[in-house]
């Protein structure tokens, strides 16, 4: 089974609340991914692969075709994670932005970091993704959190993208503080390297242990969400249809106990009767706004025994029935 790209659930959550103070329709965003119109949960890791979805579903329903690039200027410091904590009680601003490279999965596991000095210059290298809107929103928390951290002093002479320019030079500039270079070979940040230099007055070589544990401890954590993925495929291959499902069984497919199953999901603070309904109601919402499938059909493909206990399920995931839910979405 293939690994899934990941980000940490505090990015879609902010995301939320600063589409809210923007004034945005978030609930009809955040419908294009099949999630409700309420702040989305901190602690539980989103999958990459709506990022696609979700950003095209922002720039048509905001009519904003720069919609990322605002919402990341717009987006508050990426604040109350370890990696923080880690820049802070590190020396100087060049060793956390080493260990925020070493850990950078603990935020995202989309890309691949890493750090040049040319002469004078820094180059943060490794910002390349498909979906435009989602790099540009990524790469203005960044440059946000940098600042920040560095007290103000960080201040990119200029960033290099790989694909052609999307808007104007000065809404890069508003947005970003500096120039930017289009369809270069690299995706990359550039600043003075003097800021490597620059010490933190919150070092602290005790603080800093405790962090670095607790990092080790987070990418363990993220190794365990890989399973959410993993049973996520065994549910679509057939096995909700088959109504072969309970826990034992996908321990047995997973090549572990039952016990170290449950285990290993309360490490990331989840359940499997959790992933399992998660992964029933998105499925139920896709069928029902999206095809014609008969309601005896959605029954059956999302592993229920009979009509009446989907819909109690639904009527408890949604606050609406099948057929209401149905109804508005294809209306």
Same mark, same amino acid.
């Not at 201040?155 to 503080?177: E, F, H, R």
């Not at 365990?224 to 826990?247: N, P, T």
């Not at 990331?268 to 029902?288: F, P």
């Given at each position: 089974?293939?690994?899934?790209?990941?980000?940490? &659930?505090?990015?879609?959550?902010?995301?939320?609340?600063?589409? *809210?103070?923007? !004034?945005?329709d978030v609930a009809s965003i955040f419908a294009s991914v099949n999630l409700p119109d309420q702040p989305p949960v901190k602690t539980v890791r989103r999958n990459n692969s709506t990022q696609n979805r979700f950003w095209s579903a922002a720039e048509e329903i905001s009519q904003n075709p720069d919609i990322g690039l605002? %919402?990341?200027?717009?987006?508050?410091?990426?604040?109350?994670?370890? %990696?923080?904590?880690?820049?802070?009680?590190?020396?100087?601003? &060049?060793? &956390?932005?080493? /260990? +925020?490279?070493?850990?950078?999965?603990?935020?995202?596991?989309? +890309?691949?970091?890493?750090?040049?000095? =040319?002469?004078?210059?820094?180059?943060?290298? &490794?910002?390349?993704?498909?979906?435009?809107?989602?790099?540009?929103?990524? %790469?203005?928390?960044?440059?946000?959190?940098?600042?920040?951290?560095?007290?103000?002093?960080?201040?990119?002479?200029?960033?290099?993208?790989?694909?052609?320019?999307?808007?104007?030079?000065?809404?890069? %500039?508003?947005?970003?503080?500096?120039?930017?270079?289009?369809?270069?070979?690299?995706?990359?940040?550039?600043?003075?390297?003097?800021?490597?230099?620059?010490?933190?007055?919150?070092?602290?070589?005790?603080?800093?242990?405790?962090?670095?544990?607790?990092? =080790?401890?987070?990418?363990?954590?993220?190794?365990?969400?890989?399973?959410?993925?993993?049973? $996520?495929?065994?549910?679509?291959?057939?096995?909700? $249809?088959?109504?072969?499902?309970? *826990?034992?069984?996908?321990?047995?497919?997973?090549?572990?106990?039952?016990?170290?199953?449950?285990?290993?999901? *309360?490490?990331?603070?989840?359940?499997?009767?959790?992933?399992?309904?998660?992964?029933?109601?998105?499925?139920? #919402?896709?069928?029902?706004? $999206?095809? *014609? =499938?008969?309601?005896?059909?959605?029954?059956?493909?999302? !592993?229920?025994?009979?009509?009446?206990? +989907?819909?109690?399920?639904?009527? /408890?995931?949604?606050?609406?029935?099948?057929?209401?839910? #149905?109804?508005?979405?294809?209306?």
């Amino acid at each position: 089974m293939s690994k899934e790209s990941s980000d940490a &659930g505090m990015f879609l959550w902010m995301v939320y609340q600063t589409m *809210q103070k923007m !004034g945005m329709d978030v609930a009809s965003i955040f419908a294009s991914v099949n999630l409700p119109d309420q702040p989305p949960v901190k602690t539980v890791r989103r999958n990459n692969s709506t990022q696609n979805r979700f950003w095209s579903a922002a720039e048509e329903i905001s009519q904003n075709p720069d919609i990322g690039l605002h %919402i990341g200027a717009n987006m508050p410091v990426f604040r109350g994670l370890v %990696i923080e904590y880690l820049f802070l009680s590190s020396p100087n601003f &060049g060793e &956390g932005l080493a /260990r +925020f490279l070493r850990y950078q999965k603990i935020l995202t596991d989309v +890309f691949e970091l890493s750090l040049t000095v =040319e002469e004078d210059t820094a180059v943060l290298t &490794g910002l390349e993704h498909p979906v435009r809107h989602y790099l540009e929103c990524a %790469i203005g928390i960044m440059l946000t959190f940098f600042r920040y951290i560095s007290d103000g002093d960080f201040q990119p002479s200029q960033i290099s993208l790989t694909y052609a320019s999307s808007a104007s030079q000065k809404t890069y %500039i508003d947005a970003w503080g500096c120039p930017v270079h289009f369809n270069e070979s690299k995706g990359a940040i550039f600043f003075p390297a003097a800021l490597l230099q620059k010490a933190s007055l919150a070092a602290e070589p005790e603080l800093l242990k405790i962090h670095d544990d607790l990092a =080790e401890q987070k990418l363990h954590q993220l190794e365990k969400y890989q399973l959410v993925h993993k049973i $996520e495929r065994l549910f679509s291959s057939g096995l909700l $249809e088959s109504r072969q499902f309970d *826990q034992a069984l996908i321990a047995q497919h997973l090549n572990c106990s039952p016990r170290t199953l449950r285990t290993d999901l *309360q490490t990331i603070e989840t359940s499997y009767e959790h992933i399992l309904n998660q992964y029933r109601e998105r499925l139920a #919402r896709k069928l029902l706004a $999206e095809t *014609q =499938e008969t309601m005896d059909q959605i029954v059956y493909l999302t !592993g229920f025994s009979e009509q009446s206990a +989907f819909t109690r399920a639904f009527k /408890r995931w949604t606050g609406e029935t099948p057929t209401a839910y #149905r109804q508005r979405k294809q209306s």
